[in-house]
């Protein structure tokens, strides 16, 4: 989460806008990006809003290989990405000098979060062989065979029949910023994150699928203030 870098003396900046990365317990490599606008209420406190996009994986998931080399996650029903707009306050805990050091803030933040569950599609052989392929949605009940999977195809074929599954989150850390000037600022932001569906996201049929899914997070965020 971004901090204002200002002196006490030099009220100048009253926005701030970042943008970055996130990393988190229940996405992949990259979990996600997200965008958020910081206001000025005094010189303790920040209110921002923002919006992040992340994805959602299952602790079960896992990649294999066929017999032709493509990747595909057995038992996969559904790719599971949530959009968190949000609503927050930010604490100055440590300030720093107008241009270096390392400012220290306390977050924490509140919001909707719109899931949407898109059928994930493979490439499943109805006789065996490479003659008869087809793109089809995975389904527990027909594709039980994985020796006839030969792939997956991308997040991209399933987009128009997503659903949708409503819910809540919120998140509370620490931010650090390193920012070395005045217009400009960058740091990362560590915490937990906790997040509740009350119609449950199946993501794994065949595997224990949940509504409620808690965190560790890590941001690292660039971004400029007027």
Do not use: C, W
Request: proline share 5%.
């Amino acid at each position: 989460m971004p901090a204002f870098a200002q002196s006490e003396e030099d009220e100048s900046f009253q926005r701030e806008t970042s943008y970055g990365i996130n990393f988190n317990s229940n996405g992949g490599l990259i979990g996600g990006v997200f965008v958020r606008s910081s206001f000025y209420m005094n010189e303790k406190m920040y209110q921002f809003g923002g919006i992040e996009i992340v994805e959602v994986k299952h602790p079960k998931e896992e990649r294999y290989l066929n017999y032709v080399g493509e990747p595909f996650v057995y038992g996969k029903k559904n790719y599971f990405f949530v959009v968190r707009p949000h609503y927050g306050r930010e604490l100055v805990l440590f300030r720093k000098a107008a241009e270096s050091g390392v400012q220290v803030n306390a977050v924490g933040a509140i919001g909707p979060s719109i899931g949407l569950l898109v059928p994930y599609y493979i490439k499943y052989s109805y006789d065996g062989t490479t003659n008869d392929v087809r793109s089809v949605p995975y389904d527990e009940n027909v594709h039980t065979n994985s020796d006839y999977i030969l792939g997956s195809e991308t997040v991209f074929r399933g987009l128009g029949q997503t659903k949708f599954r409503p819910g809540v989150h919120a998140k509370a850390g620490l931010s650090f910023e390193y920012g070395r000037y005045r217009e400009s600022i960058a740091g990362i932001e560590v915490g937990v994150a906790v997040e509740y569906f009350p119609s449950k996201p199946v993501i794994i049929p065949l595997a224990e699928n949940n509504n409620t899914f808690t965190s560790v997070y890590l941001n690292l965020y660039y971004g400029s203030r007027k």
